[in-house]
């Protein structure tokens, strides 16, 4: 699948919800940040358009982490001037193996922002 039909597909499924999925550690509440693979020396927060597409992924390394909802709302109010200030992308629909579409936040919140229902 291109990375346009991923964004397409993931922004899709939000606009129904309003919500995004993350992975969140039980005890100390940090976030799945990792090492990005396309961009040198820069974090990736991988986000998922569904909680079940997160829950897969909480295996292995990410056993102690639980999926836990972003609302679009909040992503607007309150993560995006944090992630703008640590340069952080994202990673949309994360895929442990195979493609691993990356986006830079600026792009990403654009799109999200032409859903959101304010």
Do not use: R
């Amino acid at each position: 699948m291109s990375n346009e039909k991923i964004l397409t597909a993931f922004i899709a499924e939000v606009k129904d919800t309003q919500t995004m999925w993350a992975l969140q550690d039980k005890s100390s509440e940090d976030w799945v940040v990792l090492d990005s693979i396309n961009f040198e020396n820069t974090e990736v927060m991988p986000l998922w358009s569904t909680q079940a597409q997160a829950k897969s992924h909480c295996v292995e390394e990410w056993a102690e982490y639980v999926p836990a909802e972003i609302t679009v709302a909040e992503w607007m109010e309150y993560w995006v001037e944090e992630l703008l200030a640590d340069a952080v992308v994202i990673g949309i629909n994360w895929q442990e193996e195979g493609q691993c579409f990356e986006i830079e936040l600026p792009e990403f919140t654009q799109a999200l922002a032409a859903v959101e229902k304010l």
